[in-house]
């Protein structure tokens, strides 16, 4: 069974997007370019919700994408993407499937299916859902050094509590730091 993975980069209070869900304040540097390019790899297919999957959409097939970030622009491009969506009738970015009715009946499909790990960037709304019924394998947190005061909280009404267990911590020369965390077991 592959992994469901949660990645996301977050403020030191928590948003990983302003109100209108700009994310400006992202550091990233070469350091953070290798690292996306190596998760890229691990992925056997990419998760969003409508909204994350618009802001996707409208930028990775982009000829400014591809001259920018020609190697992720690749994977990203050519992954498979599902995205999970009530009110989207048909998406046009290729390799994407649209997920309709219950996501969390079709993720649990997806991850029984045999494949590399499954990765949800951004998508707040649906990661919540998926919390809830317990399908996040791993939670992959870049924390930046910095506070916005307010925005969209990375954790979205989720069934409290849930605790974790830390897997593993990166630090990064621009002060970023990952904090990778599995759910932590009923006895833990």
């Known amino acids: 069974m592959r992994k469901l993975i949660l990645f996301n980069m977050i403020t030191l209070d928590g948003f990983f997007a302003g109100p ?3 994310i400006d304040w992202h550091q990233v540097d070469d350091e953070f370019n290798q690292y996306a390019i190596d ?3 691990e992925a056997g297919g990419l998760i969003f919700g409508r909204v994350t999957y618009q802001l996707m959409a409208s930028y990775w097939p982009t000829p400014q994408a591809l001259q920018d970030d020609p190697q992720v622009a690749e994977k990203m491009n050519s992954l498979p993407k599902f995205v999970a969506s009530r009110t989207l009738q048909d998406v046009e970015w290729s390799n994407t499937r649209l997920l309709k009715g219950d996501a969390t009946e079709e993720l649990s499909r997806l991850k029984a299916a045999p494949g590399a790990d499954l990765f ?9 859902s998926l919390m809830k019924k317990g399908l996040i394998d791993e939670y992959r947190l870049i924390v930046n050094p910095v506070v916005i005061g307010k925005g969209i909280p990375m954790f979205q009404n989720p069934h409290l509590p849930q605790r974790f267990r830390l897997a593993r911590t990166r630090a990064f020369r621009n002060s970023n730091v990952l904090l990778v965390y599995q759910p932590a077991l009923e006895e833990e």
């Open 39 to 41: 998760q890229l790899q």
């Open 120 to 128: 949800i960037f951004g998508s707040a709304n649906l990661a919540a």
């Open 20 to 22: 209108a869900g700009e």
